[in-house]
T-cell receptor, first 117, second 113 residues
Framework: KAGVTQTPRYLIKTRGQQVTLSCSPI?????VSWYQQTPGQGLQFLFE???????NKGNFPGRFSGRQFSNSRSEMNVSTLELGDSALYLC????????????????FGPGTRLTVL | KNEVEQSPQNLTAQEGEFITINCSYS?????LHWLQQHPGGGIVSLFM???GKKKHGRLIATINIQEKHSSLHITASHPRDSAVYIC???????????????FGTGTRLQVTL
């Protein structure tokens, strides 16, 4: 099976612009989570989606949004980019089998490295 | 105080040494994950634990729910084990609902020849 894929892998934007990142989960996985990693804050949870519904959201401003499509692919969007949004954005997918919510293995993609100038 | 604390932050070992990385958490959890991140960013899930002990090759992970503590052990360490090891906990939620993963700050391990 192919692993989790993320596109693009690298992105350079300027302040004020918006960006959309894409994540394709492992085939059959129904849950997709997004994370931000910075040198200062480490890994932080952004969102979690299951069957096109946002199940959980981290403590990020409303400029950060996401969605999941019927084929489980997910996108996240950041509007009005700030310098502090420069980070590695990781997505992870899991089976999320009913009755095992929160206790299944997460499979991470390679990440999208976003640089905001 | 962070909900997840890891120690040590940095660790240097010689090849062959036995290594222990610790993770303590302050809240009720449904699961604890140990992750490995190599330079370049890729993250691999090593273990998911809700109780007891798991072993995979030279890696052993244990968890003590009562003490809210987990350890990751590497036996016969090798330079290819050099990476950042991250502990993450899934907070306990209501049945059928999810709670977010909360991460430790990571332990940077360097294994030298």
């Amino acid at each position: 099976k192919a692993g989790v894929t993320q596109t693009p892998r690298y992105l350079i934007k300027t302040r004020g612009q918006q960006v959309t990142l894409s994540c394709s989960p492992i085939s059959g996985h129904r849950s997709v989570s997004w994370y931000q990693q910075t040198p200062g804050q480490g890994l932080q949870f952004l969102f979690e989606y299951f069957s096109e519904t946002q199940r959980n959201k981290g403590n990020f401003p409303g400029r950060f949004s996401g969605r999941q499509f019927s084929n489980s692919r997910s996108e996240m969007n950041v509007s009005t980019l700030e310098l502090g949004d420069s980070a590695l954005y990781l997505c992870a997918s899991s089976l999320a089998t009913s009755g095992h919510w929160g206790t299944d293995t997460q499979y991470f993609g390679p990440g999208t490295r976003l640089t905001v100038l | 105080k962070n909900e997840v604390e890891q120690s040590p932050q940095n660790l240097t070992a010689q090849e062959g040494e036995f290594i222990t990385i610790n993770c303590s958490y302050s809240v009720g959890i449904s699961a604890l994950h140990w992750l490995q991140q190599h330079p370049g960013g890729g993250i691999v899930s090593l273990f998911m634990l809700s109780s007891g002990k798991k072993k995979h090759g030279r890696l052993i992970a244990t968890i003590n729910i009562q003490e809210k503590h987990s350890s990751l052990h590497i036996t016969a360490s090798h330079p290819r084990d050099s990476a950042v090891y991250i502990c993450a906990v899934r907070l306990r939620g209501n049945t059928g609902t999810a709670s977010k993963l909360t991460f430790g700050t990571g332990t940077r391990l360097q294994v030298t020849l």
